[in-house]
């Protein structure tokens, strides 16, 4: 009983900002790493950011130094500033994230997704 919930997505122009949150809720004793993942349209489904429990994080090339991933542990929350915004990012974009159930069960879960759309 665990769900992962995005929100924040839109339609916004080239060169604008959107801010992408996703909650975890349900039976969750401890969460691992959280990710943001990314799918355009005919393309393969690719990682965006991701960041670990002690605050390290790992970013595309193709969005380093315009989106910033970071997560509140306290809230099981994971947020993606994107600014900057082009055309190329426009996606379906999918939280992700290791969860505990128990103290050993571990798997990772995902949310339903959240469209952006930058327009040209």
């Known amino acids: 009983q665990v769900q992962l919930v995005e929100s924040g997505g839109g339609l916004v122009q080239t060169g604008g900002s959107l801010r992408l949150s996703c909650i975890a809720s349900?039976?969750?004793?401890?969460?691992?790493?959280m990710a943001w993942y990314r799918q355009a349209p005919g393309k393969q489904r690719e990682l965006v950011a991701q960041?670990?429990?002690?605050?390290?994080?790992n970013v595309a090339d193709s969005v380093k130094g315009r989106f910033t991933i970071s997560r509140d542990s306290a809230k099981n929350m994971v947020y993606l500033q994107m600014n900057s915004l082009i055309p190329e990012d426009t996606a379906v974009y999918y939280c992700?994230?290791?969860?505990?159930?128990?103290?050993?069960?571990?798997?990772?879960?995902w949310g339903q997704g959240t469209q952006v759309t930058v327009s040209s």
């Open positions: 992700n994230a290791d969860i505990w159930t128990t103290s050993w069960e571990m798997r990772p879960y």
């Open positions: 349900g039976s969750i004793f401890t969460i691992d790493a």
């Open positions: 960041i670990r429990t002690g605050g390290s994080t």
